[in-house]
């Protein structure tokens, strides 16, 4: 199955000895069978069918229900975040008119 290879190495000549593999012997023949060599049948392979999703009025329910959930929360995470950036926008415009009063009063020299 697996040889391992002898790497081939040069003489101080500088020829280089080829590496010799073993070969197999063609003299052996088969040996005969009394049997038929044709392939067996594939069975052909049986469709599954998936049964369809029903739902039952509970289980309806209980999937609005969820997916309502969903949505509000995601929309209140949403306006959170919405909320806080204009929160932060605003704070910063009044640091800088703030900012900008203390400037103009020290170059005024109130």
């Known amino acids: 199955m697996l040889r391992p ?3 081939v190495n040069p ?14 012997p063609t003299d052996i023949e ?7 060599h044709t392939p067996a049948p594939v069975p052909a392979a049986p469709r599954v069918q ?3 999703v029903r739902l039952t009025p509970s289980g ?4 609005v229900a969820g997916g309502a959930g969903l ?5 209140t995470v949403l306006v959170s975040m919405l909320l806080a950036v ?9 640091v800088a008119v703030v900012l900008r009063l203390l400037v103009r009063d020290m170059q005024k020299g109130r």
């Open 5 to 7: 290879r002898i790497p």
């Open 11 to 24: 003489l101080p000549t500088g020829i280089v000895t080829p590496l010799v593999l073993p070969t197999t």
């Open 30 to 36: 088969p040996a005969a069978c009394h049997h038929d």
């Open 50 to 52: 998936v049964p369809a």
């Open 60 to 63: 309806l329910v209980t999937l």
């Open 71 to 75: 949505v509000l929360i995601v929309g």
């Open 86 to 94: 204009a929160i932060t926008g605003a704070s910063i415009a009044v």
